[in-house]
Nanobody, 119 residues
Framework: QVQLVESGGGLVHAGGSLRLSCAAS????????MKWYRQAPGKERELVAVVTSFSDIRNYADSVRGRFTISIDTTNTTLYLQMNSLKAEDTAVYYC????????????WGQGTQVTVSS
């Protein structure tokens, strides 16, 4: 059974930093894509960053490029999001998502972690 558990959210002042983690378990393939999304109140969920287990590709939303860094530890299947120079508009619930590639693609979501940036 696949599980994704996020942690690391909290309250931080503008300009500060946080590191989010997403501990994954139960994967049946070593080929997967992992993503961070966020959803602010009254807004649609948006893609923040993408990483894969099988390439060096990293993709970022324009709004976070240069401030956020996505990484993955494939030895223990833990996803990270280092967030620096945080802004009030980064306030949202952050979710990790796993897309496991094994014949078909299966999607799984974490429960989310709240990030609040005070201005």
């Amino acid at each position: 059974q696949v599980q994704l558990v996020e942690s690391g959210g909290g309250l931080v002042h503008a300009g500060g930093s946080l590191r989010l983690s997403c501990a994954a378990s139960g994967f049946t393939s070593n080929r997967y894509v992992m993503k961070w999304y966020r959803q602010a109140p009254g807004k649609e969920r948006e893609l923040v960053a993408v990483v894969t287990s099988f390439s060096d590709i990293r993709n970022y939303a324009d709004s976070v490029r240069g401030r956020f860094t996505i990484s993955i530890d494939t030895t223990n299947t833990t996803l990270y999001l280092q967030m620096n120079s945080l802004k009030a508009e980064d306030t949202a619930v952050y979710y990790c998502k796993a897309e496991i590639l094994s014949g078909s693609i299966r999607d799984f979501w974490g429960q989310g972690t709240q990030v609040t940036v005070s201005s």
